[in-house]
Each structure stands twice: as structure tokens, then as C-alpha cells.
């Protein structure tokens, strides 16, 4: 078992950044692929990007490739999301996830409780 937990979420302007964290323990001796999802209110949950475990293949969505940025430290058991140039329809909850192997696939086998991202106009 991998268990996640999100910080680092809160309020932002738009044009602005911010950098979300997820703190994994349990068995983070194996390796894991990570990801992130979003869900705005009324809208199902959508995927953001993901990493493998290595760090060395990233991927996102359309959405926010070019502005959002996926890294892991390994060493500290944690995975970043750094947002830049942030946009009102960025507001959502925020959520990382995991899967067994060295990248990831979905569905995950665990998630976070997530984070709440709001940006202001």
C-alpha cells in the first residue's frame, strides 16, 4: 500500500503560480509511476500529467502542457506539480495518484485526498 497526501494548494491570480506537493509513504521502496487529476465543480475528474518513476518521461494534457510542470524527489518520497501562468479554468481540486511499476498507468491504484487549487481573475 502507497499512501498520498496533497499540500500546497490554495488561492492564486491568474497569470500566477503556485506548486503543489504529494507526500507518498507505505511501500515507496517499489517503484511507482505518478500521476495528477483535476476536478472542477460539476465536471468529472480529468487527467493533468503524469511521471514515471525514474523522472526521465513526463506527459500531459493539452490543457497544461507549456505552463505546468511534473517532477519527483525520490529520495524525500515526493512528487511536485509546479503550475506557472495559472488561468481561472485551472481552479479545481487537485489530485495526485499512483500506480505500481516504473510509469504510470491508469486507472491508479491509490489517491490522495486532494487539494484546492482556486484562481481568481
Known amino acids: 500500500q502507497v499512501q498520498l497526501e496533497e499540500s500546497g494548494g490554495g488561492l492564486v491570480q491568474a497569470g500566477g503560480s503556485l506548486r503543489l506537493s504529494c507526500a507518498a509513504s507505505?511501500?515507496?521502496?517499489?517503484?511507482?509511476?505518478m500521476g495528477w487529476f483535476r476536478q472542477a465543480p460539476g465536471r468529472e475528474r480529468e487527467f493533468v500529467g503524469a511521471?514515471?518513476?525514474?523522472?526521465?518521461?513526463?506527459y500531459y494534457a493539452d490543457s497544461v502542457k507549456g505552463r505546468f510542470t511534473i517532477s519527483r524527489d525520490n529520495a524525500k518520497n515526493t512528487g511536485y506539480l509546479q503550475m506557472n501562468r495559472v488561468k481561472p479554468e485551472d481552479t479545481a481540486v487537485y489530485y495526485c495518484?499512483?500506480?505500481?511499476?516504473?510509469?504510470?498507468?491508469?486507472?491508479?491504484?491509490?489517491w490522495g485526498q486532494g487539494t484546492q487549487v482556486t484562481v481568481s481573475s
Open positions: 495518484a499512483a500506480s505500481p511499476g516504473s510509469y504510470f498507468s491508469s486507472p491508479p491504484d491509490y
Open positions: 507505505g511501500r515507496t521502496a517499489s517503484s511507482y509511476g
Open positions: 511521471i514515471s518513476w525514474s523522472g526521465d518521461v513526463t
